[in-house]
């Protein structure tokens, strides 16, 4: 199932566009430039639909035939994108030297983001020693996989909420369970899946042909590990990362809802979206919040593999 | 039953020729700079005459195939068929055609990759079922009408390519190393297939290839081309009585006259500027 | 590294998953007995057993609202993802606006939508769960479908264009098949990812009638056995899906030997 979503990955990306690889560097910055364009056009567009509807929708709704699926076009259920941005000055509360409300969504996620990266890091080095113990192990790759396939199917982020649990009723030695903790482990599960799967791809991706050739040198299984199998892993690395990133970060988010995690953007949006009937504006924000954790983890894949993976797959 | 007579070229002029090339020159332009793919080709094809282009990589024959076929246009020339222009000749469907890839649809069984001009020249279902039928008996592929391509060998999808090429009963066949792909033994079996087939159906065919010896065993004539810039350096006649070696079923490829003939076509091939490099001349 | 013999191979695919399963789940038991692990840590299997069986009416209500909502999505997220495809595939602008869209929305947490889609909608209305599915769908099935319409084999397009022929009929008789395979590649994530949206958007409000809410409050009262049993649906109702996709794309796609990765 991760082959699908390494296919989607692999569609979008910039990096498989014919014009990547090909071109010179003028011509691959005009056509960040037109694509960069043509990506704030779109959310202009966007933006001039939303007022549009607000301008000429139904004030309590409407219905598609038969089915009540037009949304409220007041300014309480769908307020300006103007709103929402003055909103972001407003004092979070009425007391005195109360933070902004874009202050408290920006410190929410920054302490998501710190959340979720570890949890991803989590995931992914147990996913990815995991994948090796695959490769090495024939028995453990037909017992193991076929479940963390399956479990990329199945919703096992249901599971936040029983996580809650765990909070304050457990040890960790001498130190309490906190629950961000919680969270960690949350985001990590969510990691851990596309990064076992996709590492696995990439170790055994190499031809039998160069298998037999390390074979042929009597190279040790660790010395193919560490010469052959981990560099044709690389590209396949990546698309996992990402989609590792994006699902540490919802597991973060949803965790967080279910432990009432203080501090993080889910927890925020929740609060926002109970305050929605007098500060609608506040959840929009909170949420274009979280979007933009989610393109921020996403670039700092981009960077890695820019600083780190594609300079070890060209050496 | 015709001689051999009848396969060499129609020197009389009271019908067309089945297709003419005159002064035909391409160039194309890359980024870096332009290739002159062909320069000034002059050819013509007799009815039911069987004729190989064979020459080094860059000789531009596959892309003479091609402009004949009217999927590329010529820089200069112009190219008949039928006495009709080459883009005309595609409009009326006067050509078949069969790339090195059998290029079968793989979500249609073997009969629907057979129709499939049929189909889309609208042609009703009673007749595209007979004509299918028909085409899968002469190539030997009936029992597999139901098949899918990805069950077929590589052979076998390129004798459904040959049907299919042959299903509006065209009086021209272009063949673009069709072969290339197959390993040797399937390959002169495919030979022999298609000279009965192109005997029984007295089709004329202009086919590309790599290979001196399936040129010469083919071919009433071997036309030599050499690269850079592409063009015709020399045609070979055949002459092995094409039709007789079919029916006589002979190892005509043992015969003294077989191998004299590939002799020529090599000397002509080595005699050109473009060296021989990528010319299979085993 | 163990060598399994071709013949025991197969046999060895489907039996040492299981094997490996019921040992997991034996051990798990046998872990929770044995060192008297409380359930809001982890319950016994036994127990998760035992709270499915006692509330089977409920746990059926929930997962068939849940997976009404998940279907719903799915259909019109996938018609929706399809027609953008069809579209995209004739035009380089929208699918240079879509595409770098589509990347970024597989990066951001659409879920978070959910909360919106409550204020946009009435409390009571079963539209923000199915929207926040309907867009999650939509992605993956975009993105999948305009792959496939793009990818037309040079050589099939050479013979189209030997027989004269282009526009619809051209479609219609390679582009369109051809990109079959890829859409259900697109169709096999999504209706996961479907099941995953209509669960987890309860977390966020709204209406509370489905799986995800019944786990939420289950966990909220301690009844974790039960908790856990309203999970255990949830993953055999992402299976269900996924499931009915795959056959879906054998009858569909009968010539695909293996699912087109």
Known sequence: MTDAALATMAATSPSTSASASTATPARRSREGVRRTATVLGAALLLVLLWELYKAVGPQDGGTVLGARVLPRARDASMPHVLDVLRTLRDPEVAAAGSRTVGAAVLLSAWFTLKVSLLGALLGAAIGFLLAVAMQRLRVVEHGLLPWVLLSQTVPLIALAPLVTGWGGNLHLGSAQWQPWMSVVVVSAYLAFCPVAVGALRGLQSPAPAAVELFASYAASWWRTLLRLRLPAAVPFLLPAFRLAAAAAVIGAIVAEISTGTRGGIGRLILEYAQQATSQPARVYAAVGGAALLGLVASGLVTLLDVAVLRRGARA | MSTSTARTADASGTREPAVSVRG????????????????????????????????????????????????????????????????????????????????????????????????????????????????????????????????????????????????????????????????????????????????????????????????????????????????????VDIGLGRHETAEAGADVREAPAFFDRVTRVRAALRGGPGGHPGVDDR | MSRLRSGADASARVLLPLAFAVAALLAWEVFVRARDIPPFLLPAPSAIFEALRANTPQVASAARTSGANALVGLVVGSVLGVLAAVVAARSRLLREALLPLSAAASAMPIVALAPLFNTMFTSTSDVPRRLVVTIVVFFPVFVNAVRGLSQVQPVHADLLHSYAVSGWAFTRTVRLPGALPHVFTGLRLASSLAVIAAVVAEYFGGLQTGLGSRITSAASSSAYPRAWAYVTAACLLGLAFYTATLLLERLATPWQTRPQR
Not at chain 2, 80 to 86: D, H, L, P, V
Not at chain 2, 118 to 130: S, V
């Open chain 2, 24 to 235: 035909v020159s391409q160039r194309f332009d890359t980024g870096r700079g332009s290739v002159q793919a062909l320069q000034d080709v002059d050819l013509e094809i007799a009815r039911g005459e069987f004729v190989s282009l064979i020459g080094p990589s860059g000789c531009g024959k596959s892309t003479l195939l091609r402009i004949v076929a009217d999927l590329v246009e010529p820089t200069a020339g112009e190219v008949r068929i039928n006495g009709k222009s080459a883009h005309q000749a595609r409009l009326d469907h006067d050509y078949g055609i069969a790339f090195q890839s059998a290029g079968l649809l793989e979500w249609r069984t073997v009969a629907r990759n057979v129709e499939l001009p049929l189909g889309l020249h609208g042609a009703g279902r009673a007749e595209r079922r007979a004509r299918v039928e028909e085409l899968l008996a002469l190539v030997g592929l009936s029992e597999f009408a139901s098949a899918r391509p990805s069950e077929l060998s590589g052979g076998m999808q390129q004798r459904v390519a040959i049907a299919r090429a042959l299903a509006e009963n065209p009086s021209l066949l272009l063949m673009d190393e069709p072969f290339g792909a197959l390993d040797e033994m399937t390959r002169e079996r495919m030979q022999a297939e298609l000279l009965r087939i192109s005997a029984e159906s007295s089709t004329s065919v202009l086919f590309v290839t790599h290979s001196i010896a399936e040129a010469v065993y083919l071919s009433d004539r071997v036309v030599v081309m050499s690269a850079r810039p592409g063009r015709i350096a020399d045609v």
